[in-house]
T-cell receptor, first 112, second 114 residues
Framework: AQKVTQAQTEISVVEKEDVTLDCVYE???????LFWYKQPPSGELVFLIRRNSFDEQNEISGRYSWNFQKSTSSFNFTITASQVVDSAVYFC?????????FGKGTLLTVNP | DTAVSQTPKYLVTQMGNDKSIKCEQNLGHDTMYWYKQDSKKFLKIMFSYNNKELIINETVPNRFSPKSPDKAHLNLHINSLELGDSAVYFCASSQDTRTEETQYFGPGTRLLVL
């Protein structure tokens, strides 16, 4: 069985603060993929990143960075210098075999 | 150009009615999905089709029947709507069923059953 846990239900920060969204996963599969999606207030689901289980290199894309640690089964997401437009629900997801399993999401509110 | 589109965007209906949601993707993908997002934002897979064949059916009530006329379309028909069916339904597609393939989502259909 697969499981994704996003322990932080809601986070509120002030603009320009850095914020880290936590994601912990469980799977028995040795080959799997991890994803982050963003759901802004408008409601659509936007793909952010994909990471495979054999690649533990951290990734940076602009103000976004991801830290994958297989030893702790974590795939955390950091936003540097947050902006109001970053306000959204962020979902971590795990895919092994056919199924994509989502965490319950973290609501990030960035206040001006 | 919209990659994955759904119609309608909003659907308000009475309990007991039958309704359909349409999904189309222009990405040339082989695999399509339906997800349900409940009021607490929890997203769960309902169905998956690959080249018009059903490959995932996640213990969804028989009132829900997906139909894939071709690999670019996956429609969802719901019979005898119940209050608990109120949710946002997302269609998604991926290149194929391989684990590494990213799923791209449509804008969602907000269904409200009164």
């Amino acid at each position: 069985a697969q499981k994704v846990t996003q322990a932080q239900t809601e986070i509120s920060v002030v603009e320009k603060e850095d914020v880290t969204l936590d994601c912990v996963y469980e799977t028995r599969d040795t080959t799997y993929y991890l994803f982050w999606y963003k759901q802004p207030p408008s409601g659509e689901l936007v793909f952010l990143i994909r990471r495979n289980s054999f690649d533990e290199q951290n990734e940076i894309s602009g103000r976004y960075s991801w830290n994958f640690q297989k030893s702790t089964s974590s795939f955390n997401f950091t936003i540097t210098a947050s902006q109001v437009v970053d306000s959204a629900v962020y979902f971590c997801a795990l895919r092994a075999y056919y199924k994509l399993t989502f965490g319950k999401g973290t609501l990030l509110t960035v206040n001006p | 150009d919209t990659a994955v589109s759904q119609t309608p965007k909003y659907l308000v209906t009475q309990m007991g009615n039958d309704k359909s949601i349409k999904c189309e993707q222009n990405l040339g993908h082989d695999t399509m999905y339906w997800y349900k997002q409940d009021s607490k934002k929890f997203l769960k897979i309902m169905f998956s089709y690959n080249n018009k064949e059903l490959i995932i059916n996640e213990t969804v009530p028989n009132r829900f029947s997906p139909k894939s006329p071709d690999k670019a379309h996956l429609n969802l028909h719901i019979n005898s709507l119940e209050l608990g069916d109120s949710a946002v339904y997302f269609c998604a597609s991926s290149q194929d069923t391989r684990t590494e393939e990213t799923q791209y989502f449509g804008p969602g259909t907000r269904l409200l059953v009164l």
